[in-house]
């Protein structure tokens, strides 16, 4: 069972949750990084608490380091979000 943490920040108060690497069955894209994580690789989960749609899956340092760097990333309207 993941734990699940409440995290104050800048732009709100988060809800996070460790996913091991056994949890971990597909993969998905950190909106930090744009890169991949890969099944089986530990991450975390985080969203707006009481706003479930903003929900994310972050590399664990990139979610750490989010509010040091901006995002210049710019998907196009049809890039998948996962």
Same mark, same amino acid.
């Given at each position: @069972?993941?734990?699940?943490?409440?995290?104050?920040? $800048? +732009? /709100?108060?988060?809800? #996070?949750? =460790?996913? *091991? /690497? $056994? $949890?971990?069955?597909? &993969?998905?894209?950190?909106? /930090?990084? +744009?890169? @991949?994580?890969? @099944?089986?690789? &530990?991450?975390? #989960?985080?969203?707006?608490?009481? +706003? #479930?749609? *903003? =929900?994310?899956?972050?590399?664990?340092?990139?979610?750490?380091?989010? $509010?040091?760097?901006?995002?210049?990333?710019? =998907?196009?309207?049809?890039? &998948?979000?996962?």
């Amino acid at each position: @069972m993941a734990l699940e943490e409440i995290e104050e920040h $800048s +732009d /709100g108060t988060y809800c #996070v949750r =460790r996913i *091991t /690497g $056994s $949890s971990s069955t597909k &993969p998905y894209r950190c909106p /930090g990084c +744009d890169q @991949m994580i890969p @099944m089986a690789t &530990p991450h975390l #989960v985080a969203w707006l608490e009481h +706003d #479930v749609e *903003t =929900r994310r899956h972050w590399h664990t340092p990139c979610w750490k380091s989010r $509010s040091k760097r901006h995002q210049k990333i710019e =998907r196009t309207r049809n890039a &998948p979000k996962y």
